[in-house]
């Protein structure tokens, strides 16, 4: 069993997400403690007052939400009522049993796994204490669990179940609820160390994360905003602020998901690496589409990062199997966008997607065949500079 805790400024989100499911036939409300009536005749609305009583009473704690997700492995037995003994066992042992909690059983995904709402505020209006809960009260209260019932212990197994996370399409669903699905389930699976890798996995499902420009007070302030991709990579429809979310995929947040993802991708790059290798070494060389499709049925996104002159500068590998993402830099300069791009078949489609366009005559007249500059060692993305001719020192002039 996987336990994962994340905490929230809304019980109202929260709720508001699972509730979602359960229109959709995704989940089942199987559970709830601490409500005076019988939960299925509660509507939306009555089920987040509950929590509202009680953070109401101290509106000075703004982090006052709790959403766990326990997960279990697909050979796991597990019916209804075995379910509902872990939740309950669950929430005694991390000492939440007093709290009022709702409990919603997804099958949405691969693995069996159920989401718990709950409140950090207590009727007296003191915030519970969470400090290292993880380590301290949910990781033995796991490894107890897995005994108890006989489930399938989280080490020392494959922890990488399938997910199922579909592509924002416009129109189809709420933005916010699609945003916030797809967000929440890549921080929650993938491990990434930059706002840009975030965004390669986010692009993917057609989702992306904007700082807005440089010169902005949103840069300055270190905002964020969420849109929906069209299919030209163009966001479409209005952004979404991050801080609007339950799950506060605001930058400052987001930080600290990459100061993890920096040693939970370690051990995952030479797989990574190899699975890239068996399919370049398949070619001396290969259109532009069929490298991405190739490369996607070994499970790996292929995102070119390109200037605002559609000049790429760089290439980012997009591990699902695996649930990372690498900047070929990172790999290796064999995985580098110059090294890549050398194997196009199209050499038009080599200019296209490599080199700037001109803007004077000169490598015209400097360079008969415009592919000669591709033997050059340097960077594309910084200016080339031309030397001039070195002046004769003051001395030799004279003796001359």
Known sequence: MVAKIRYGKSIRGILIYNETKVEQQKANLIMASGFAVDIERLNINQKIQRFKNLTDLNPTVKTNAMHISLNFDASDKLDLQKVQQIALDYMEQIRFGEQPYIVYQHNDSAHPHIHIATTLIQQNGKRKYTHNMGRLMSEPARKEIELKYGLIKAEGRNQNHSINIKPAI????????????????????????????????????????????????????????????????????????????????TLTNLEKDFSLGIEKRKPKRENLKKRIDWILLKYNTVSKNTLISELAKQGIGLVFRQNEKGIIYGVTYVDHKQRTVFNGSDLGKAYSAKTITSKFANKDEIKAYLLPKPETNFLRNQISNPLEILLEKRDYDVPILIDKKKKKKKSQQQNL
Do not use: C, H, W
Request: avoid cysteine.
């Open 170 to 249: 416009y129109g189809q669903r709420s933005t916010k609820q699609v945003i916030n699905s797809i967000v929440l389930s890549v921080r929650e699976n993938y491990a990434f160390t930059s706002l840009s890798e975030f965004n390669a996995i986010l692009g993917q499902f057609n989702v992306r994360a904007d700082r807005g420009r440089e010169d902005t007070m949103m840069f300055e302030k270190k905002g964020l905003m969420y849109s929906i991709l069209d299919e030209n990579r163009n966001p479409i429809g209005v952004p979404i602020k991050a801080s609007s979310f339950y799950s506060q995929p």
